[in-house]
């Protein structure tokens, strides 16, 4: 199991990125796929989450109405936009696959800094 994220960054108050997500190694398709965040000094945060159709998505409530999680299964990418970043959201954001042996699979994360 591989996940390559990308699209971090540094960002001002208030604006946005998209984070991107490719995965191998697994049926992609069949799976429930999430981003968690990690920050300085603190443990793993999930962010969101998605359902292997798309159809159903959860979130965080520190991030609820702010990110928006989206899979495209025929490219084995899944998607985190941000709007309205705030300070708080500063961590490495990596993309979380709980295989059939109950291990988790993460990424190698990618750097989301929000200051101004």
Known sequence: VQFVESGGGVVQPGGSLR???????????????????????????????????????????SVKGRFTISRDNAKNMVFLQMNNLKPEDTAVYYCLYTGTDDRDYWGQGTQVTVSS
Not at 31 to 58: H, L, M, N, Y
């Open 19 to 61: 984070l991107s997500c490719v995965a191998s190694g697994f049926s992609f398709s069949d799976e429930t796929v999430s981003w968690v965040r990690r920050a300085p000094g603190k443990g793993p945060e999930g962010v969101a989450a998605i359902r292997p159709d798309g159809q159903e998505t959860f979130y965080a409530s």
